[in-house]
Protein backbone atom coordinates (compact mmCIF):
# COMPACT_ATOMS: atom_id res chain seq x y z
CA UNK A 1 0.00 0.00 0.00
CA UNK A 2 2.77 2.67 1.03
CA UNK A 3 6.49 2.34 -0.42
CA UNK A 4 9.41 2.49 1.79
CA UNK A 5 9.86 6.80 1.57
CA UNK A 6 6.26 6.97 2.62
CA UNK A 7 6.49 4.83 5.15
CA UNK A 8 9.86 6.41 6.31
CA UNK A 9 7.60 10.26 6.13
CA UNK A 10 5.04 9.00 8.34
CA UNK A 11 7.51 7.64 11.21
CA UNK A 12 9.70 10.66 10.68
CA UNK A 13 6.49 13.49 11.41
CA UNK A 14 5.54 11.36 14.44
CA UNK A 15 8.67 10.96 16.30
CA UNK A 16 9.82 14.77 15.13
CA UNK A 17 6.63 16.21 16.27
CA UNK A 18 6.79 18.35 18.96
CA UNK A 19 4.55 20.26 21.61
CA UNK A 20 5.65 24.06 21.08
CA UNK A 21 5.18 27.09 23.29
CA UNK A 22 7.11 29.64 21.42
CA UNK A 23 5.93 31.80 17.93
CA UNK A 24 5.88 33.80 15.66
CA UNK A 25 3.74 36.24 14.85
CA UNK A 26 3.37 35.29 11.13
CA UNK A 27 -0.20 34.51 9.76
CA UNK A 28 -0.88 31.33 8.84
CA UNK A 29 -2.49 31.11 5.24
CA UNK A 30 -6.13 29.88 5.37
CA UNK A 31 -5.63 26.82 3.68
CA UNK A 32 -3.20 25.93 5.48
CA UNK A 33 -5.57 25.98 8.40
CA UNK A 34 -7.99 24.30 6.44
CA UNK A 35 -5.92 21.01 5.26
CA UNK A 36 -5.23 20.71 9.21
CA UNK A 37 -8.52 20.71 10.20
CA UNK A 38 -9.52 18.54 7.37
CA UNK A 39 -6.85 16.11 8.82
CA UNK A 40 -8.06 16.52 12.11
CA UNK A 41 -11.98 15.51 11.05
CA UNK A 42 -10.29 12.57 9.15
CA UNK A 43 -9.48 10.90 12.46
CA UNK A 44 -11.18 7.54 13.53
CA UNK A 45 -14.60 7.94 15.92
CA UNK A 46 -16.30 5.62 17.77
CA UNK A 47 -19.58 5.03 16.23
CA UNK A 48 -18.50 7.28 13.55
CA UNK A 49 -20.08 9.92 15.96
CA UNK A 50 -17.37 12.82 14.87
CA UNK A 51 -17.75 14.43 18.13
CA UNK A 52 -15.87 17.47 17.50
CA UNK A 53 -16.40 21.25 16.69
CA UNK A 54 -13.59 23.64 16.32
CA UNK A 55 -13.34 26.93 17.73
CA UNK A 56 -10.80 29.42 15.48
CA UNK A 57 -9.77 32.65 17.71
CA UNK A 58 -7.68 35.33 16.35
CA UNK A 59 -8.99 38.14 18.50
CA UNK A 60 -5.85 39.20 20.56
CA UNK A 61 -8.80 40.62 23.17
CA UNK A 62 -10.26 36.75 23.31
CA UNK A 63 -6.44 35.23 23.44
CA UNK A 64 -5.38 37.41 26.28
CA UNK A 65 -8.70 36.00 27.97
CA UNK A 66 -8.08 32.65 27.29
CA UNK A 67 -4.45 33.35 28.14
CA UNK A 68 -5.34 34.88 31.66
CA UNK A 69 -7.86 31.24 32.28
CA UNK A 70 -4.45 29.47 31.47
CA UNK A 71 -2.42 31.59 33.60
CA UNK A 72 -4.34 31.53 36.39
CA UNK A 73 -4.37 27.57 36.46
CA UNK A 74 -0.65 27.88 36.15
CA UNK A 75 -0.19 29.45 39.54
CA UNK A 76 -3.23 27.46 41.20
CA UNK A 77 -1.40 24.06 40.62
CA UNK A 78 2.23 25.86 41.61
CA UNK A 79 1.38 24.79 45.19
CA UNK A 80 1.29 20.96 44.44
CA UNK A 81 4.73 21.25 43.77
CA UNK A 82 7.40 21.59 46.60
CA UNK A 83 10.00 24.25 46.60
CA UNK A 84 12.63 23.49 44.14
CA UNK A 85 10.30 21.63 41.63
CA UNK A 86 7.92 24.53 42.43
CA UNK A 87 10.62 26.90 41.31
CA UNK A 88 11.28 24.62 38.03
CA UNK A 89 7.14 24.29 37.69
CA UNK A 90 7.23 27.78 37.34
CA UNK A 91 9.58 28.49 35.18
CA UNK A 92 7.97 26.85 32.49
CA UNK A 93 6.65 28.31 29.59
CA UNK A 94 2.55 26.53 28.90
CA UNK A 95 1.69 28.29 26.80
CA UNK A 96 2.01 30.64 23.48
CA UNK A 97 -1.97 31.86 23.02
CA UNK A 98 -1.04 35.50 22.72
CA UNK A 99 1.83 35.11 20.69
CA UNK A 100 0.63 32.11 17.97
CA UNK A 101 -1.61 33.85 15.74
CA UNK A 102 -4.45 31.23 16.13
CA UNK A 103 -5.45 28.99 18.97
CA UNK A 104 -8.23 26.78 17.84
CA UNK A 105 -10.35 25.02 20.80
CA UNK A 106 -11.13 21.76 20.20
CA UNK A 107 -14.33 20.37 21.84
CA UNK A 108 -16.57 17.40 22.33
CA UNK A 109 -20.55 16.93 22.11
CA UNK A 110 -21.57 13.96 23.87
CA UNK A 111 -24.61 13.92 22.64
CA UNK A 112 -23.26 13.79 18.94
CA UNK A 113 -25.09 10.72 17.46
CA UNK A 114 -28.03 10.35 19.37
CA UNK A 115 -28.67 8.56 22.38
CA UNK A 116 -26.87 5.32 21.14
CA UNK A 117 -23.85 5.30 19.70
CA UNK A 118 -22.06 2.12 18.48
CA UNK A 119 -19.49 1.54 21.05
CA UNK A 120 -20.21 4.71 23.14
CA UNK A 121 -22.53 2.80 24.67
CA UNK A 122 -20.25 0.21 26.46
CA UNK A 123 -17.40 2.78 26.86
CA UNK A 124 -19.28 6.56 27.04
CA UNK A 125 -15.24 8.04 26.94
CA UNK A 126 -14.90 6.69 23.61
CA UNK A 127 -16.17 10.61 22.65
CA UNK A 128 -13.19 12.18 23.77
CA UNK A 129 -10.62 9.70 22.82
CA UNK A 130 -12.20 10.23 19.81
CA UNK A 131 -11.81 13.85 20.42
CA UNK A 132 -7.80 13.05 21.06
CA UNK A 133 -7.31 11.42 17.72
CA UNK A 134 -8.72 14.29 15.92
CA UNK A 135 -6.09 16.57 17.67
CA UNK A 136 -3.46 14.24 16.80
CA UNK A 137 -4.11 14.39 13.31
CA UNK A 138 -4.40 18.00 13.59
CA UNK A 139 -0.59 17.69 15.41
CA UNK A 140 0.87 15.38 13.07
CA UNK A 141 -0.46 17.69 9.89
CA UNK A 142 0.68 20.87 11.34
CA UNK A 143 4.23 19.07 11.74
CA UNK A 144 4.19 18.05 7.80
CA UNK A 145 2.97 21.74 7.14
CA UNK A 146 6.19 23.36 8.42
CA UNK A 147 4.13 24.84 11.59
CA UNK A 148 4.34 24.47 15.58
CA UNK A 149 1.48 23.23 17.75
CA UNK A 150 0.72 23.77 21.25
CA UNK A 151 -1.67 21.75 23.31
CA UNK A 152 -2.64 23.76 25.87
CA UNK A 153 -3.80 21.72 29.21
CA UNK A 154 -4.05 24.20 32.17
CA UNK A 155 -7.55 25.62 32.53
CA UNK A 156 -10.76 25.22 34.49
CA UNK A 157 -13.22 24.22 31.75
CA UNK A 158 -15.91 26.61 32.73
CA UNK A 159 -13.51 29.51 32.49
CA UNK A 160 -13.40 28.31 28.40
CA UNK A 161 -16.86 27.63 28.33
CA UNK A 162 -17.58 31.38 29.82
CA UNK A 163 -14.96 32.94 27.64
CA UNK A 164 -16.01 31.25 23.84
CA UNK A 165 -19.25 31.00 24.62
CA UNK A 166 -19.76 27.22 24.69
CA UNK A 167 -23.11 25.18 25.87
CA UNK A 168 -22.82 23.69 29.09
CA UNK A 169 -22.68 20.32 28.26
CA UNK A 170 -19.98 20.62 25.23
CA UNK A 171 -16.65 19.62 26.40
CA UNK A 172 -13.77 22.49 25.74
CA UNK A 173 -10.81 19.27 25.52
CA UNK A 174 -8.08 21.43 24.36
CA UNK A 175 -6.99 24.90 23.32
CA UNK A 176 -4.44 24.58 20.42
CA UNK A 177 -1.98 26.79 19.43
CA UNK A 178 -0.42 27.06 15.83
CA UNK A 179 1.59 28.89 14.15
CA UNK A 180 5.43 29.39 12.78
CA UNK A 181 8.53 29.03 15.21
CA UNK A 182 12.00 29.66 14.87
CA UNK A 183 12.38 27.44 17.97
CA UNK A 184 11.65 23.95 16.73
CA UNK A 185 13.39 21.36 19.43
CA UNK A 186 15.01 17.99 18.75
CA UNK A 187 13.07 16.91 21.68
CA UNK A 188 10.52 17.29 24.08
CA UNK A 189 10.54 20.20 25.93
CA UNK A 190 10.19 18.50 29.26
CA UNK A 191 12.26 15.96 28.47
CA UNK A 192 15.28 18.39 27.65
CA UNK A 193 14.54 20.54 31.21
CA UNK A 194 15.31 17.42 32.75
CA UNK A 195 11.31 17.48 33.75
CA UNK A 196 10.96 13.51 33.40
CA UNK A 197 12.42 11.18 31.28
CA UNK A 198 11.16 9.48 28.45
CA UNK A 199 10.16 5.12 29.80
CA UNK A 200 11.64 2.25 28.17
CA UNK A 201 9.14 0.80 26.04
CA UNK A 202 10.29 -2.56 26.97
CA UNK A 203 9.42 -2.37 30.50
CA UNK A 204 5.39 -1.28 29.14
CA UNK A 205 5.20 -4.48 26.87
CA UNK A 206 2.86 -7.13 28.91
CA UNK A 207 2.02 -10.41 27.34
CA UNK A 208 -1.54 -12.42 28.04
CA UNK A 209 -1.60 -10.65 31.45
CA UNK A 210 -0.86 -7.70 33.29
CA UNK A 211 2.67 -7.46 34.76
CA UNK A 212 3.97 -10.38 32.42
CA UNK A 213 6.64 -9.65 30.76
Not at 49 to 72: G, H, Y
Not at 80 to 101: D, M, N, V
Not at 126 to 155: H, K, P, R
Not at 164 to 171: A, G, S, T, Y
Request: aromatic letters at 8%; one cysteine or more.
Amino acid sequence: MFNEIEKEAVYNVIYKRRDIRNFLPNPVPKEIIDRILQAAHHAPSVGFMQPWNFIIVDSMEVKERLAWATEKERRALAIHYEEERATQFLSLKIEGIKEAPLTICVTCDPTSGGSHVLGRNSIPETDILSTACAIQNMWLAACVEGLAMGWVSFYKKNDVRDILQIPPHIDPVALISIGYTDDYPSAPILEQVKWEKRKSLENLIFHNKWGEQ
